[in-house]
């Protein structure tokens, strides 16, 4: 589940005492009244190491956590009502420190053999480090997002182009020069369909509406744009965080609601 999911499980149901999330793509400890929300990173670059301690004392924790705070990496949580605490450790796995267990490494070869094949091959070249990872394309305006969104509507003649940034799957930075092929296929793994429709004016704003509703959650909707620019007011309710009159084309021309236009999107 996402963050906000796990969030609420863990203060609507009593009888759970801890939630290990999953589906997003940062590493975090949320203390939720007691009840550890863990979210332990994405594509094995971390591990979270739990202990559980029963029948302790808010003294006894108060001590131990004292002398945990020194340590870089642990977290503790403890629940007043049951007496018990978590102690959970950030282990970071991509680290020279934990060295490739060799049978895994002949068993990867013997998978990816066929399919490495050509991804290191180069298709092109960026002059600025290229930002990448949900973080940012599921929060803000990324110059990546502005790259393939603006792609998408020089390639495919339309007025306007969206990609909701979690179709965007690379999570580090290309840092400036040659881009390969297989940053290409870590960025769009999933063979998503590329599409031209007709939208007006007014449909473009509740489609925005939509992608900006759950902000500042991090969530895959968010909009990479080209070819128009809006505003938004975070602090609004959703679905009236946006003015027609702060959406405007490139050349600053407000946008009709009853105007029709082309957009390109995946």
Aim: hydrophobic content about 40%; charged content about 30%; aromatic content about 10%.
């Amino acid at each position: 589940m996402r963050e906000a999911n796990d969030l609420k499980v863990a203060m609507d149901i009593p009888e759970v005492d801890m939630v290990l999330g999953g589906h997003d793509h940062h590493y975090k400890v949320i203390d939720c009244d007691g009840v550890p929300v863990i979210k332990s990173g994405h594509d094995f670059h971390d591990f979270s190491m739990i202990s559980l301690y029963f029948d302790v004392s808010g003294e006894e924790f108060a001590e131990v956590k004292a002398e945990r705070e020194k340590w870089e990496g642990f977290n503790l949580i403890y629940n007043e009502k049951k007496k018990f605490y978590f102690e959970t450790r950030r282990i970071k796995i991509l680290s020279a420190k934990i060295p490739a267990d060799p049978s895994m490494i002949i068993h990867n070869k013997r998978f990816y053999k066929d399919f490495d094949k050509g991804m290191d091959n180069i298709i092109g070249w960026t002059g600025v480090d290229l930002e990448f990872g949900s973080a940012k394309q599921r929060m803000r305006e990324t110059n990546s997002g502005n790259l393939l969104a603006d792609l998408l509507r020089t390639e495919f003649d339309s007025d306007f182009a969206l990609v909701p940034g979690g179709c965007m799957r690379l999570e580090a930075d290309i840092p400036a020069g040659p881009i390969k092929l297989g940053d290409l296929h870590s960025l769009l793994p999933f063979g998503d369909h590329i599409t031209v429709i007709k939208i007006t004016g007014e449909c473009l704003k509740r489609a925005l509406e939509n992608a900006v509703s759950k902000w500042p959650t991090l969530d895959g909707r968010f909009p990479q744009i080209s070819g128009f620019s809006f505003t938004f007011d975070g602090d609004k309710d959703p679905g009236q965080r946006i003015e027609m009159e702060n959406i405007s084309t490139l050349a600053a021309a407000l946008i009709s609601p009853y105007e029709t236009y082309t957009m390109c999107t995946l």
